[in-house]
């Protein structure tokens, strides 16, 4: 399948102790790649000691900090997205590393998503990047009210988003963002898919395939795989996905997320690293996206993105408004318990099942959670 | 005082039409420098065609604006600081010349400030960067609460800066925040300073002399200088901002705002660029700060940051709940008008009073206010 490098064990060093790390480390172990996941203080760490991985806690992710972990790992990269771009530039600059690169990790920012996916002529919502009431309210008079308000940086799991109905409730969201945010109108959306893509160093890209997935309350909910949606559309999202991995340049997997009105797909937005709506690809995929981050960022030829069963489904377990979630595990269902102490609306794991078709799939994903 | 070069006039680009973008305006016309203002629809542009600059509207602030400007001018510098920087850094990429460029204007996310001046051995105050209610939690205990909560991007004028008395109001703030800020104790402040720095392309750094600032609900209210504290303080503080300026890399002004604690002083936020606490050099020091921001990113020689009035003292003038504020002028007094619409909360001018002495001048100065 590939050719292992004639040295020593290859070493990837994680910034993050997420549960992204957690599943990175888990796959490193059948590739004979060891891992050291940097963990900050404060942080909940869920990756463990042990198998492919240590880890180690540090007070924070910064220029020394960096240096120093990138002159004990062959590369560094990320399980989390908002990291000090800062820190990022100035390490890159000094000679570390680092897969993504400054460059690929400032799409972390809705405003810089985007602003440099509309340059370079991909489909994107209507939006303006606004600090300016001026400019909110033309927006606002343009599209109608209600309008989705962003905040550009460090939103996730419904967090920094929220749907303002009239020019001041927008301007109190936008101050709270820290004066600036990406406007968008309410779309109607015909529904939401996620390609996940992986891109070598040398610039080859290849995707998952497109998977549906149900937001609630802005948290991605439920994915479902394959996509329910018309071939026509499904082609249309997978060439603008691989498009955006040019785009943004990234190395190792990027999710892209799109919006679907009518027959148009749009480009919601961008993930630079291992995401939730590809955890499917580890029971469901030749090669899951955490194998493939690790080969991409290692330099290794990627394996396999193809589905390898009918039909599969995943659903977030988030914590519930008191007490512990219950799961149930039965044929065709994987636990993946990310052992976090519950709080609400915290994601604690998921659950993957998969079955001969999409409906028995997530019938039977949703069941272990009652 | 120093050689221009023998070649057509030089031209600088200003993206962003703020009073920061007039000013350096003004500043560049006595220079024999051109400038080209690149302004955003949407944002109210105070910058006027004519004199030394010509003023463009775009869409936004992208990499194709970046680069088509950058072919126009002999070097892009900036009015606003919460740029793209993701945009930022794909230009200087692609050969723009920016000044500052990413690594400096990264500074702009109070995170990535704190983190890289700690990592300095620069004093800072007790800091977090947390995302998680446990870290908040555990900072909150250990410093006591009420914390200050912080937004590491885009706040300014007291926007994205907020006192927390418990942890679900901080929780609260940070989700607002986009879900990570930047935490601090509430500080027993006994003085607030700002040092204006310049830094040129060659590393060489000069700084304007310490000025005291009064801050009201956030915005800096009132500026005076030189300051009353004692020159201990004073020595301590510009031999701080000139190692802020150093370990920042920035080419331009750099503010350097410091709290001043009992006889310690700490860093507290830094800017990247021409700075309200420096407007009182216009009338106040042998070079402005906006002409010395010219000279350093055009690499020229930088003038003198001498005091050349025995005092001086700004006051913003900032819009009230209602109507638009009226200005008395007298001697002594310079009214800036930046010629926005009035609207509750907003900086809409300054006005600068030199005088024999700082009493004398902060009482003209909020005098032409009455």
Chains 1, 2 share one sequence.
Request: with cysteine; net charge negative; charged share 20%.
């Amino acid at each position: 399948m590939f050719t292992k490098p004639s040295r020593s064990r290859a070493k990837i060093g994680i910034v993050g102790g997420g549960q992204l790390a957690q599943m990175m480390v888990d796959a490193a172990g059948p590739l004979g790649v060891d891992c050291a996941v940097l963990d900050r203080a404060g942080d909940e760490s869920v990756a463990r000691s042990g198998g492919a991985g240590s880890v180690r806690t540090v007070e924070r992710f910064d220029v020394p900090t960096l240096m120093a972990f990138a002159s004990e790992v062959d590369v560094i990269t990320f399980d989390h997205e908002p990291v000090d771009l800062g820190a990022v530039i100035e390490a890159a600059e000094r000679g570390a590393t680092l897969r993504p690169g400054p460059a690929a990790l400032a799409f972390s920012d809705k405003a810089h998503q985007r602003s440099a996916l509309a340059a370079n002529s991909l489909p994107v919502p209507p939006f303006a990047v606004a600090s300016d009431p001026d400019a909110v309210d033309l927006f606002g008079s343009e599209h109608g009210w209600p309008i989705v308000v962003k905040a550009p940086i460090g939103g996730y799991d419904g967090r920094g988003v929220t749907v303002a109905a009239d020019l001041g409730t927008a301007m109190d969201e936008l101050g709270r963002f820290g004066g600036r945010a990406v406007l968008e109108p309410l779309l109607p959306l015909r529904a939401e898919l996620s390609v996940v893509t992986v891109r070598t160093i040398d610039g080859e890209v290849v995707a998952y395939p497109p998977v549906d997935t149900r937001q609630d309350q802005g948290i991605c909910h439920e994915v479902t795989a394959p996509s329910s949606l018309p071939d026509p559309i499904l082609r249309v999202a997978a060439t603008i996905a691989e498009r955006v991995a040019e785009v943004v340049g990234s190395v190792g997997v990027l999710a892209v997320e799109l919006f679907v009105v009518g027959d148009e797909v749009f480009v919601n937005e961008v993930a630079p690293r291992p995401h939730n709506s590809g955890h499917l690809t580890i029971e469901a995929c030749a090669t899951s996206q955490f194998e493939n981050h690790l080969r991409a960022v290692l330099g290794w030829p990627l394996g396999s993105t193809s589905l390898v069963v009918p039909a599969a489904a995943m659903v977030n377990v988030v914590g519930p408004d008191s007490g512990q979630p219950t799961l149930t595990a039965g044929p065709g269902i994987t636990i993946h318990d990310y052992e976090k102490s519950p709080r609400p609306g915290r994601k604690l794991g998921h659950v993957t099942a998969v079955a001969e078709d999409v409906t028995t799939a997530i019938a039977s994903a949703r069941s272990a959670l009652r």
